[in-house]
């Protein structure tokens, strides 16, 4: 079963951090909004990759609020506190196996059952750049409303009582002692874990439906047991520098993640084939040694390590003297896996091993060939992306004053712009006649996943080879093994033979 990515954050608007509701509505429906509450205007109608946006109230809320300005003006009405926590959002990555369509109505049901049933208007932006980063962002009222309507309050004061149930009195400051109590449970620590258990819980439900064999996992990596590393939180300013062009610190620290994840995942990948090959060798020892009774060959490789194999992978003491190169093949374990690795590669002979050993290298070469080729063109598209971003950034100063006709006007501008318009000229040269970003980036994705297909056969190969090379070195130690037995037994025929049962014993 494939484990896909999960990710679902939760954070709070606040006028604390100088955040507005109203601005952050226009911002992810790609609106013009003006916030009554300080006046200002917030216009991101240029602002591409929205591709759906929807309100989505309980039954008792006033209908006007199906309009996105008049439910967060109304918002930021409300509240008075210069700290105020306006609205809570929640941030998912939607699967990238589902389509448009679906995503959509995947979304709105999880925000119904867990949001808008529970008393919640909610604000539901589906965006989509087709750059393979589907999300939704879910911007969710703090307060709750009530049955008319209105806005109910956040949190009511509570009385502290004694143990005969009277209120208590404070003398010092002349009132009844009380608490505050929240009139909803929706900032309850508890309902970040149920909802992001809501979530996977929906997708998988869906996936069923759809057969698809993917599940997705709330759970952090520790948690589930899986060996990688998670990336670090960005944040908005490092993110938007990045799409900028702009290296940072977070970025560099994300990419060196991937790069290590995706080596442990081909790591884990060779593992798996090792292991599969050990299995597959204990399973079919019957089929092994039926094909090594009818070899016609005197002097079978897997005949060799058979018998080896036979005695336990062990070797008598007494010839240790003999047999000081030996180095790998030295257990049970070991010796099974040659004999898997040669029946797999179909060897039976000594030439057939050193002939196969020499494939494996010419191919390792090609290979590796092939990985710094790829390497070295994904180098290449990065800094051509770097560059097209900062060109990007710069370009509409250069547009702006190409515009100018007037030579003054033109100067003025130039005065006061000339080291953004000089290194804008300069990148432009660098960047091919011919801008296409979108190819880049396709072509940069792809490679990644070709090099990522190599590395996992280059990995493989250096494993046989070493498999190989450790059987070709080692067939020596196991001939002059076999001599020892033999100079022994003419020697001593009745000891040899108690030797050799107590061997078979052990």
Known sequence: MYIAIFHLSIKIISRANAKSAVAAAAYRAAEKFTNDFDGQTHDFKKKSGVVHTEIMLPEHAPKDFFDRSTLWNAVEKVEKNKKAQLAREIEIALPKELTQRENIQLAKDYVQRNFVDKGMCADVCFHDTGGGNPHVHIMLTMRALKENGEWDSKQRKEYQLDKNGEKIYDKKNRTYKCKSVPTTDWNEQSKAEEWRQAWADEVNAFFERKQIEIKIDNRSYERQGVETIPTIHMGTAAWQMEQNGIRTEKGDINRQIKEENLAIRILKHGISLFKNKIAETFSRKAEIEKAIANSPT?????????????????????????????????????????????????????????????????????????????????????????????????????????????????????????????????????????????????????????????????????????????????????????KFQEREFSRNPRTSKNKSREEESL
Request: charged share 30%.
């Open 298 to 482: 005197s002097e079978n490789l897997i005949t060799k390590l058979m018998r080896f194999h036979e005695n336990g992978g062990k070797f008598n003491e007494a010839c240790a003297p003999y047999l000081r190169n030996l180095k790998e093949i030295n257990s049970f374990k070991n010796v099974a896996t040659a004999i898997a690795f040669l029946q797999s590669a179909k060897i039976n002979t000594a030439e057939e091993l050193t002939a196969k050993l020499s494939l494996f290298r010419s191919e390792y070469s090609r290979i590796d060939d092939i990985i710094a080729d790829k390497t070295n063109r994904i180098s290449e598209l990065d800094k051509l992306l770097e560059t097209y971003q900062v060109y990007k950034l710069q370009s509409p100063i250069l547009k702006e004053y190409q515009a100018i006709t007037k030579e003054k006007k033109r100067q003025n501008f130039y005065s006061r712009n000339s080291d953004i318009i000089k290194n804008c000229e300069k990148v432009r040269k660098r960047l091919p006649e011919k801008l296409t970003p979108k190819a880049w980036t396709k072509q940069c994705n792809d490679l990644q996943n070709e090099l990522a297909s190599e590395r996992g056969k280059f990995f493989l190969l250096q494993d046989n080879i070493a498999l190989a090379e450790t059987i070709v070195r080692n067939m020596d130690s196991l001939d002059r093994y076999e």
